[in-house]
């Protein structure tokens, strides 16, 4: 059974940083995409980063590039998401999912775990 799990959101202050991590259970994550989500109120799910299956590529949004970094661990079956330099708006729940990372800047993705909650406020 496929399965993700995300975890390690919470409450930052401005400036600082939080690391997200995103287990994965009935697959290797080293053969699939998996991308990186997050939906504010109000607003449109959309794509965050990505670190594709072959290769281990990866791919961010503009609105967080410099300042976060997704990474893999496949002996731990678990991608991660290095956040950092935090800003208010950033606060979202974050989701994993499978994905493409030639699509996922516009959300889609497969799989979807139940989201952690980042709040970044002073």
């Known amino acids: 059974q496929v399965q993700l799990v995300e975890s390690g959101g919470g409450l930052v202050q401005p400036g600082g940083s939080l690391r997200l991590s995103c287990a994965a259970s009935?697959?290797?994550?080293?053969?699939?995409?998996i991308g990186w989500f997050r939906q504010a109120p109000g607003k449109a799910r959309e794509g965050v980063s990505c670190?594709?299956?072959?290769?281990?590529?990866?791919s961010y949004a503009d609105s967080v590039k410099g300042r976060f970094t997704i990474s893999r661990d496949n002996a731990k079956n678990t991608v991660y998401l290095q956040m950092n330099s935090l800003k208010p708006e950033d606060t979202a729940v974050y989701y994993c999912?499978?994905?493409?990372?030639?699509?996922?800047?516009?959300?889609?993705?497969?799989?979807w775990g139940q989201g952690t909650q980042v709040t970044v406020s002073s």
């Open positions: 999912a499978m994905t493409s990372c030639g699509t996922y800047l516009s959300g889609l993705g497969n799989y």
């Open positions: 009935g697959f290797p994550v080293s053969y699939y995409a």
């Open positions: 670190v594709s299956g072959s290769g281990g590529g990866t």
